[in-house]
């Protein structure tokens, strides 16, 4: 790891939340975050913090069937995407993937695996794993962008 990489944890669904309204604190516009873990590991409960975090007041729920939701929150737009059923990466190129991911959108992508060679590069890349009860999640800086969020991150703890 980097000094500028990352460990959390997180004890509970609340400090998950918690973990992803302090990420969007730091958030800039064209961020691309991978969100990577076995099901189950809170990747759309850290969604959902970082998404009521920017002030979404209504039901964060994960895009599973969708494959994608759109949040424009204030002068940001935002974009989920839940990977998980996905057949086949191509099916992200019919759907017009790369106009999503814009130099002013946020984009949060769970199960970015399958979603591979279709996909842009992460700024940052959060593994989940199980710790004891809760949860621990390793963050990754990938580009010069994704190290000035989790700048920003650390500089909030």
Do not use: N
């Given at each position: 790891m980097t000094p500028l990489d990352s460990v959390l944890v997180a004890a509970d669904e609340a400090a998950?939340?918690?973990c992803g309204a302090r990420l969007a604190r730091a958030a800039e516009p064209g961020l691309v975050?991978?969100?990577?873990?076995?099901?189950?590991?809170?990747?759309?409960?850290?969604s959902r913090g970082f998404i009521q975090g920017l002030g979404h007041r209504g039901?964060?729920?994960?895009?599973?069937y969708t494959l994608v939701e759109p949040y424009q929150l204030g002068d940001r737009q935002v974009y989920h995407f839940?990977?998980?059923?996905?057949?086949?990466?191509?099916?992200?190129?019919f759907m017009g993937i790369r106009d999503y991911f814009s130099d002013?959108?946020?984009?949060?992508?769970?199960?970015?695996e399958r979603?591979?060679?279709a996909l842009p590069p992460a700024d940052i890349r959060?593994?989940?794993?199980?710790?004891?009860s809760g949860r621990r999640l390793?963050?990754?800086?990938?580009t010069l962008l994704g190290k000035r969020v989790l700048g920003q991150m650390q500089a909030q703890a």
């Amino acid at each position: 790891m980097t000094p500028l990489d990352s460990v959390l944890v997180a004890a509970d669904e609340a400090a998950m939340e918690a973990c992803g309204a302090r990420l969007a604190r730091a958030a800039e516009p064209g961020l691309v975050v991978y969100l990577s873990g076995d099901l189950g590991m809170g990747k759309t409960t850290l969604s959902r913090g970082f998404i009521q975090g920017l002030g979404h007041r209504g039901a964060v729920k994960s895009p599973t069937y969708t494959l994608v939701e759109p949040y424009q929150l204030g002068d940001r737009q935002v974009y989920h995407f839940d990977l998980y059923r996905l057949g086949d990466a191509q099916e992200l190129e019919f759907m017009g993937i790369r106009d999503y991911f814009s130099d002013g959108a946020i984009c949060l992508v769970e199960w970015p695996e399958r979603g591979e060679g279709a996909l842009p590069p992460a700024d940052i890349r959060i593994k989940i794993e199980r710790e004891d009860s809760g949860r621990r999640l390793l963050l990754c800086a990938a580009t010069l962008l994704g190290k000035r969020v989790l700048g920003q991150m650390q500089a909030q703890a």
